[in-house]
């Protein structure tokens, strides 16, 4: 309930009095004790108009533990005209915490200027007292293990959305409760420009294994398996539809269940997903590789996620 209020707060009125903190310096680089998410860094209190939020389907990271905010200008609202692509209002700001035992590593942070989205990353100082912007990234940041990814690379997967936002979202905030807004918080906080008919949402169809497997490709997959992606031209797209109503009538289906591969091969593999035979899907077997080309996703990950293995195997199987 507090994120909540909070959110309230950031839309009203009386919160345009706060000024946010600097966004620039001009002295070295920028710090993210200057980018307005902490009103004390030092003790790691978070700003007054900033809401922690969760999605329900996340990004695999190797592992590691993330925490996100969002923070919305006073009295502005997210275009939601277009349900599948939000557009953020001017001055909006979304951070990303990645941390291993309990250590933050590394903050990422897309910001919405008057002329486009700008995304960057703070690396972690070793005594936690503040981050420091790096454009280029850090390999193995303070020994954890986790590689600081450089904006080009942030670029990949983000620029296939018009409002470069991938976890904030319609689908992604289609749930009940739970931890942070949801898509029915947000509407009843009047933060939306086209909020969808009271009561209703945009859950992804079908039972709870098909909803999980597509949540979850649509989450890892769909930002460059989309119309607009990197992986536009394979014509296998994974990012969902709103507008679906059954599981059938997602892209993830008509683009993949029993359909045959196009541009990669591998030996006794012939379709994306062989119905009823994980084994024999070309999504399983690349979702199993790392560091060759059959990798997938190709980019900032290492590790195979079991968990996302188990959960697309499943659907998979389902499929008989």
């Known amino acids: 309930m507090r994120t909540i209020l909070i959110l309230g707060c950031a839309i009203a009125a009386a919160c345009e009095a706060s000024p946010m903190a600097p966004t620039s310096s001009t002295d070295g680089p920028r710090r993210l004790s200057q980018m307005g998410l902490y009103r004390d860094i030092e003790t790691r209190a978070i700003a007054d108009g900033v809401v922690e939020f969760e999605p329900s389907y996340s990004l695999w990271s190797d592992g590691v533990n993330k925490r996100r905010w969002i923070m919305l200008p006073g009295s502005t609202q997210i275009d939601t005209s277009d349900m599948n692509q939000w557009i953020f209002p001017v001055g909006t700001k979304l951070f990303k915490e990645f941390s291993v035992g309990g250590r933050p590593i590394e903050t990422r942070l ?51 959305q018009p409002g470069r936002v991938l976890g904030f979202s319609a689908i992604q905030l289609s749930k009940d409760g739970g931890f942070g807004p949801t898509l029915a918080s947000l509407a009843a906080a009047n933060v939306l420009s086209n909020a969808p008919p009271s009561g209703s949402d945009y859950r992804v169809p079908g039972d709870a294994a098909t909803a999980a497997a597509l949540g979850y490709l649509h989450a890892n997959c769909g930002h460059c398996h989309s119309s607009n992606g990197s992986a536009a031209i394979t014509g296998q797209f994974l990012r969902l539809d709103v507008a679906a109503q059954t599981p059938k009538d997602e892209p993830t289906w008509k683009t993949t269940v029993n359909i045959p591969l196009r541009v990669f091969s591998a030996p006794g593999i012939a379709l994306r997903v062989a119905a009823g035979d994980p084994a024999h899907s070309a999504l399983v077997y690349r979702m199993n590789h790392r560091g060759d080309a059959a990798q997938m996703p190709p980019i900032a990950t290492t590790q195979v996620d079991p968990n996302g293995i188990q959960v697309v195997s499943a659907w998979i199987q389902s499929l008989q």
Do not use: K
């Not at 100082?125 to 590689?147: F, K, P, R, T, Y």
């Open 110 to 160: 897309i910001e919405r200027t008057a002329s486009d989205y700008v995304m960057t990353t703070f690396a972690w100082l070793a005594d936690g007292s503040d981050a420091i912007e790096v454009a280029d990234g850090v390999a193995n940041a303070l020994g954890s293990g986790h590689d600081i990814p450089s904006v080009s690379m942030c670029l990949t997967c983000h620029q296939s």
